[in-house]
């Protein structure tokens, strides 16, 4: 007889990794997050432009800096949000936690330098090396921060617990907090249970 509850198996890396090779267009094309695509881009372009004219470069360069990254970021922004949608629901929570912010901050990194010496080049500038030091620290906080809200239901897209984002904005402060705090609380509950 079966249960009236059904136990769904829990999503491991080698699931999640094999579906994401197995299937590219459907994981990383069709389920691309707009939502994390258009926060990424704002925060990403706006290190740049305040980076650049802290580097006393003109305007004009700053607002090219900001608009490469803007065009950069919307794009691989939104295919990194459907990777970490993926991997938000791994078990154990570590793995997931551990690998893909790494992960996605090589890739992600590597390309960025490349399309921000191109744009240095072009401006005859050399002002990249502090922007895309910035952006790597926050990359990592923020692959760690995206996987840790969206196991919360935040920043959904295309599944059954998508809201709007302005739902998600709103509770951002809250989520923010809690992330903050998580790890001094984990830290307690294990000294707590020996």
């Known amino acids: 007889m079966k249960n009236s509850v059904e136990r769904k198996t829990p999503e491991t890396i080698g699931k999640v990794i094999s579906r994401c090779l197995r299937h590219p267009y459907q994981m990383l094309i069709l389920r691309w997050n707009w939502k994390s695509a258009f ?4 925060m990403r372009s706006s290190i740049f432009f305040v980076t650049y004219l802290i580097s006393r470069e003109s305007l004009k360069v700053a607002f090219g800096a900001m608009l490469v990254q803007f065009s950069f970021r919307t ?25 893909v912010p790494l992960t996605l901050s090589v890739f992600s990194h590597i390309i960025e330098f490349i399309t921000q010496t191109a744009y ?26 995206n996987l840790f809200i969206m196991r919360r ?3 959904i897209v295309k599944d ?15 989520l923010t907090i809690q992330f903050l705090h998580f790890p001094f609380a984990w830290i307690w509950h294990k000294y707590k249970n020996g």
Do not use: H, R
């Not at 926060?39 to 704002?42: D, I, K, R």
């Not at 970490?84 to 551990?98: G, R």
């Open 39 to 42: 926060l990424s881009a704002t």
């Open 75 to 99: 794009i691989l922004g939104g295919v990194n949000g459907a990777i970490i949608q993926s991997f938000s629901k791994v078990e154990p929570v570590w793995k997931s936690a551990l690998i």
């Open 120 to 145: 240095d080049k072009y401006a005859g500038t050399t002002a990249k090396s502090k922007a895309i030091f910035i952006s790597i620290i926050i990359s990592i906080i923020s692959a760690v921060f």
């Open 153 to 155: 239901g935040t920043l």
């Open 160 to 174: 059954e617990n998508e809201k709007s984002l302005w739902s998600d904005l709103k509770k951002m402060p809250s």
